[in-house]
């Protein structure tokens, strides 16, 4: 049995780079793996693109005991702990399988490559056993060589990574800050881009509504209609759904205090069989709305959406 799986991994400390590249072989008993030494170059011996790898070799299980072998190969980029990819080939039919599967991290750059070699059960993927790890690092000068300029002109610097993330501009949009890479975790409303996708995500408008209805009659009286913790100058709309609605729209603005009254708009009571929607937007920030559905003589239960800039249609928060 023969396979080849890919995964992306995540949380495997990484071992040490260093040391001279060679041909390495693993030899238990159990199994036999053949680890090429050039790993970063073309069978023809042309260097990889920084970005790229090219593990080769072959391995292969010698015994009968239901057990099968598997290698497993690690990609590190440069700046990262972890491995960023990883993919295992696996054979259990007693023949040499190749080792032949090409990775591409770009635009990180490739660290090392990491070789895992071990035998386990193929009914339910349980391992037995595994040998020592081994680790192939990327030659320091690996870079696409640079073309021979043309008489009279100077060539382009090659780019370099400043801040030391991994990347390097222009994929990396600010090569003076290691947080901020394609990738990065973004915060939002913060005005930086961390993570190069040309904007900042936007924040969130964290206003609340404070309300308080009573049973009137055929109709229930709003005591309290307020919007408090909005920022300053936010537009807040009242929105009545229904055929029983006193009115379709109302504005109000949020004051200095970050609050707006609404209750001047229900000095009528609101009769069951309505839908009302309190919304508060900002410019470039996720709004916020607040829909009491009034089915009956009786305090509504509220449901919260979230508008996102530009969107019309409000969507479950």
Same mark, same amino acid.
């Given at each position: ?27 238990? !008993? ?31 299980? $010698? ?10 190969? !690690? ?24 080792? *032949? ?44 060589? $640079? ?23 222009? !994929? ?5 800050? *290691? ?7 973004? $915060? ?26 009573? &049973? ?64 508060? $937007? ?15 003589? *009786?305090?509504? !239960? ?7 800039? &530009? ?7």
């Amino acid at each position: 049995m023969r396979r080849v799986t890919i995964a992306t991994v995540l949380g495997i400390a990484a071992l040490g780079a260093g040391g001279v590249a060679q041909a390495y072989e693993f030899k238990p !008993s159990w199994g036999y793996g053949y680890i090429d030494d050039s790993p970063f170059a073309e069978p023809s011996g042309a260097l990889l693109p920084f970005t790229q790898a090219f593990p080769r070799g072959h391995i292969r299980d $010698t015994i009968v005991d239901r057990r099968d072998v598997r290698l497993t190969v !690690s990609v590190y980029m440069v700046g990262r702990p972890d491995p960023v990819r990883s993919y295992a080939v696996e054979e259990g039919d007693f023949r040499d399988f190749p080792i *032949d599967q090409r990775v591409d991290i770009a635009p990180a750059q490739v660290s090392h490559l990491r070789y895992d070699f071990c035998r386990f059960n193929p009914d339910n993927g349980a391992v037995d056993a595994c040998e020592p790890s081994h680790v192939i690092p990327r030659p320091v000068a690996t870079a696409t060589p $640079t073309p021979t300029p043309t008489p009279g002109t100077q060539p382009a610097p090659a780019p370099t990574d400043a801040d030391g993330d991994g990347f390097v501009p222009p !994929s990396d949009c600010s090569d003076q800050n *290691d947080t901020v890479y394609p990738g990065a975790k973004e $915060t939002a409303g913060n005005g930086i881009d961390e993570d190069c996708d040309g904007k900042d995500a936007p924040g969130r408008v964290l206003a609340t509504v404070k309300f308080k209805w009573v &049973e009137s009659g055929r109709r229930l009286r709003v005591r309290r209609m307020r919007v408090v913790d909005a920022p300053e100058g936010a537009r807040v709309e009242v929105r009545c759904s229904g055929r029983r609605c006193a009115f379709e729209q109302r504005m109000a603005t949020v004051d200095a205090k970050g609050e707006a009254n609404l209750k001047q708009f229900f000095k009528r009571g609101v009769r069951p069989k309505v839908t009302i929607d309190v919304l508060v $937007t900002y410019p470039n920030m996720v709004g916020r709305m607040i829909r009491f559905p009034v089915k009956r003589l *009786d305090v509504p !239960s509220t449901v919260r959406y979230c508008l996102a800039p &530009e969107v019309t249609r409000p969507q479950r928060c």
